[in-house]
């Protein structure tokens, strides 16, 4: 499963998609392995903590299912975005914000593995700065948010300066490819991949 956190079709960070599906392809996977959901897409509503999920599984908005039953169902979460004001543009911070329904399914609900496969994640980067200034903040949402989600924040992927150099595509292609190679012993060795 692919979350984007861009409007631009052809921007850095679908430039950084594009990659990850080149690479994917590579190792032996399809295209249709991998569902893509854009944040700008589904309009989300954002939470606004009604308290429904202290008391039900789900949420009071049932905008979120798809991007739900994709999280259940994904061996790999790759989260693509921008760096906006030091942080995740406004449609992918509400889809992190949603999952406040899986800490109280947990807390509240008493429920150990509200998602029960657990999946390592990717976080593709692209930032126009030649500093990498938020990147930190992002990498810890993620890793809250993957807490609740089953995943787990493996590698970060960047592309920077993109205001003013151009992407070296080869050279993101040899970081996915690494980090592919990783994943995918790791799920060898654990016997989660078939």
């Given at each position: 499963m692919a979350l984007i956190g861009s409007p631009r079709k052809n921007g850095a960070t679908m430039g950084l998609l594009r990659c990850f599906m080149d690479q994917w392809e590579t190792r032996g996977g399809g295209r249709e392995d991998v569902t893509v959901i854009n944040a700008y897409q589904p309009a989300l509503k954002p939470?606004?903590?009604?308290?429904y999920c202290k008391q039900n599984r789900g949420c009071v908005y049932q905008d979120f299912e798809p991007i739900d039953r994709s999280l259940r169902k994904a061996d790999l979460l790759v989260i693509a975005s921008p760096v906006y004001?030091?942080?995740?543009?406004?449609?992918l911070?509400?889809?992190?914000d949603r999952t406040q329904q899986y800490f109280e399914a947990k807390r509240s609900l008493g429920i150990p593995n509200p998602i029960e496969k657990h999946k390592p994640a990717l976080f593709l980067a692209?930032?126009?700065s030649p500093q990498p200034r938020g990147l930190d903040l992002m990498e810890e949402q993620i890793r809250l948010a993957g807490l609740l989600v089953n995943a787990a924040l493996e590698h970060?992927?960047?592309?920077a300066h993109t205001d003013r150099l151009p992407v070296h595509w080869a050279r993101v292609g040899d970081q996915i490819a690494r980090a592919?190679?990783?994943i995918k012993?790791?799920?060898?060795?654990?016997?989660a991949a078939e």
């Open positions: 939470c606004i903590h009604c308290g004001g030091l942080g995740f543009p406004a449609p911070k509400a889809v992190f692209a930032f126009g970060t992927i960047i592309a592919l190679q990783d012993a790791a799920w060898e060795y654990s016997g």
